[in-house]
């Protein structure tokens, strides 16, 4: 299973990747600390599903290029890619506006509140088998 965590905040990417290797699964994670990285990596590796992650955890408060450029620019990419990739948005924002604006997107499986729970984490990876 390969996961990629778009984050600028290095200890919960860190805590995401550990949380997710006490599953037991084979993992393998690509990080990104901004958005635009993570936008050139796709454009890149948009029809090498070999490439691309099983799913994504996108964080919306980044620098250089936030959440919510990337949803805008990756949308458009997802539709040429052969892989669908499961995203989810990972925030520390409570803002009602967020969610419901993060749920419009048709790119958006769903929107986690950080500290994502152990519990939680596991029943996405396990959704994905």
Same mark, same amino acid.
């Given at each position: ?45 948009? +029809?090498?599903? +070999? +490439? ?78």
């Amino acid at each position: 299973m390969k996961i990629a965590i778009i984050d600028d905040d290095k200890l919960f990417v860190k805590i995401m990747e550990m949380t997710g290797k006490l599953t037991g699964r084979l993992v393998e994670y690509i990080e990104f600390y901004d958005g635009e990285t993570a936008l050139e990596f796709f454009t890149k590796n948009v +029809e090498c599903p +070999e +490439e691309l992650p099983d799913i994504i955890f996108l964080d919306l408060d980044m620098p250089v290029t936030d959440g919510w450029v990337f949803l805008n620019e990756f949308e458009p990419l997802s539709l040429k890619s052969p892989k669908r990739m499961p995203l989810y948005i990972t925030t520390s924002s409570l803002a009602p506006t967020d969610n419901a604006l993060g749920i419009k997107s048709p790119v958006v499986s769903g929107y986690l509140v950080k500290p994502v729970s152990r519990e939680r984490l596991w029943e996405i990876l396990d959704g994905l088998d």
